[in-house]
């Protein structure tokens, strides 16, 4: 099963733009790179998901290098409201769906 | 649209008490999953369910029972309450593979 590495904790500042980097060096052909936000007392929520190359969706962008051994979510112009836990998750495109969460990113936004 | 409910919200245990978690959805997903959630180690899976009367174990499965008799039903039994199953409790639900998760709001247990 494909493990993910990420910073344990990130600051920023509200107006700023924020990439989180993860680190997936054994990703599988079918496996998808997906990233979860969440806030204390809840369940995670979907941000973004994608398998290679660039997307981009209303609050966020997904940046897929060729070989796909990292990928780097990007949030543009982050509010006090992006304080969160991040998730990275390189998951199964195959029969099953075990998607293995790694330990998350706490991003900090500052006034 | 409810998504995925999840009871109770809090529970304490006994030590070897049992209980069952409940988890529901109303989106019609065929994959349902129960993930744990204790601090500094994020989630990991429980138990999940491709479909109606198809059930496998996750990465945790020890301690804990699953059966999926419906598509919107996915119990999580605690037969004998261990001090080490003390954790926040999430279920989750999608509509297949590569397709985003739906999360409850998440039980915590308590086992004393």
């Known amino acids: 099963l494909a493990k993910t590495t990420q910073p344990i904790s990130m600051d920023s500042y509200e107006g700023q733009e924020v990439n989180i980097t993860c680190s997936h060096n054994n990703i599988a052909t079918n496996d998808y790179i997906t990233w979860y936000q969440q806030f204390p007392s809840q369940g995670p929520r979907f941000i973004i998901q994608g398998y290679k190359t660039k997307v981009t969706n209303e609050v966020a962008s997904l940046f897929i290098p060729a070989d796909r051994k990292s990928s780097t979510l990007s949030l543009p112009r982050v509010s006090l409201s992006d304080t969160a836990v991040y998730y990275c998750l390189v998951g199964y495109g195959g029969a099953t769906n075990k998607l293995i969460f790694g330990t998350g990113t706490l991003l900090a936004v500052q006034p | 649209n409810a998504g995925v409910t999840q009871t109770p919200k809090f529970q304490v245990l006994k030590t070897g008490q049992s209980m069952t978690l409940q988890c529901a959805q109303d989106m019609n997903h065929e994959y349902m999953s129960w993930y744990r959630q204790d601090p500094g180690m994020g989630l990991r899976l429980i138990h999940y369910s491709v479909g109606a009367g198809i059930t496998d174990q996750g990465e945790v499965p020890n301690g804990y029972n699953v059966s999926r008799s419906t598509t919107e039903d996915f119990p999580l039994r605690l037969l004998s309450a261990a001090p080490s199953q003390t954790s926040v409790y999430f279920c989750?639900?999608?509509?297949?593979?590569?397709?985003?998760?739906?999360f409850g709001p998440g039980t915590r247990l308590t086992v004393t």
């Open positions: 989750a639900s999608t509509r297949g593979v590569g397709y985003e998760q739906y």
